[in-house]
Structure formats: structure tokens, C-alpha cells
């Protein structure tokens, strides 16, 4: 019941994470950086997919997937065009690895150290999607700041 929960959690946003990307009218804006604003929403888009693409696609989907995690940070000017298709991808690797995942791996220990200590499947995957949450609202504020 919790997997097809946070599946399910974590299709809406990527769909959200598509509908803010796609409404940038200007694709430069997206990589645009502003006073006190350290990160674009191209950038946080690219956070989000490396992130999810390494924790959920690499570890629990075993799709060999190798994180350049600077890059997402520093990576600009990539088109709208291609964010979204990476979005796309990102929304098939999720289904793929919970369809994977059993209630019964929830309990059992995450098989990367991420943080200072030990964790289960299900913490983690909790901390993801509110981390995913959390990065979509900064673009959206970002999107409706600067996109004008």
C-alpha cells in the first residue's frame, strides 16, 4: 500500500515538475540566477532528476545510471525540449523500480549510506518525495519571478 502510495506521489510531481518546466515562456529564463536566488529552475530541474534517477533508478531499479551531481548545478542551457523529455524518462524509470519494490523491502535497510547513518527504504523514500516537493515549489516561485 505505502510503494503504490509513494509511486503514486512522486508520478503527480514529476507530471507538475513537467507542467512548470513547459510553462517557462523563455528558455533562457529558466537557467537565470537573481539576487538571493542561488539556483536556477533549470538547475533545481536537474537536481531532481539526478537525484531521483540515482536514488530510486540506480538503487532500487537497477538501471546503471551514473550521477554527475556538480554538473546539475553548474549545467546551463540545455532546452526545454530536452528537460522534458528527460522528465519523460524519469517518469518511466520511477514506475519501473516500484513496480520492484514490495512493502515488505519498506522495512529493510537502504542499501546506500546517504547520510550520517543508516536508513530504511521507507524513510528514505519519504525524505525523496518531500525533497521533490520541497525543489518544485522553488521552481514554481522562480518560474513566476523571473519568467515575466
Known amino acids: 500500500m505505502l510503494t503504490q502510495t509513494l509511486n503514486t506521489i512522486f508520478i503527480r510531481d ?14 533562457a529564463t529558466m537557467w537565470m540566477v537573481d539576487k538571493g536566488i542561488a539556483n536556477s529552475g533549470g538547475n533545481l530541474c ?11 533508478g540506480a538503487v532500487i531499479g537497477n538501471s546503471g545510471y551514473v550521477r554527475n551531481r556538480p554538473l546539475e548545478f553548474t549545467d546551463t542551457g540545455i532546452p526545454k525540449a530536452d528537460l522534458l523529455q528527460r522528465i519523460d524518462a ?21 542499501p546506500m549510506l546517504v547520510f550520517e547513518q543508516p536508513m530504511t ?28
Do not use: C
Request: charged share 15%; glycine share 2%; proline share 1%.
Open 121 to 148: 527504504y521507507e524513510f528514505f523514500l519519504v525524505h525523496l518525495a518531500a525533497h521533490l516537493s520541497y525543489h518544485l515549489g522553488q521552481i514554481n516561485y522562480h518560474r513566476r519571478l523571473l519568467d515575466v
Open 46 to 56: 536537474l537536481h531532481l532528476l539526478g537525484n531521483i534517477n540515482t536514488y530510486i
Open 90 to 110: 524519469t517518469i518511466a524509470l520511477v514506475n519501473h523500480a516500484f513496480a520492484q519494490l514490495t512493502e515488505e523491502d519498506l522495512p529493510k535497510e537502504y
Open 14 to 27: 514529476l507530471n507538475k515538475l513537467q507542467q512548470e518546466i513547459a510553462a517557462y515562456n523563455n528558455d
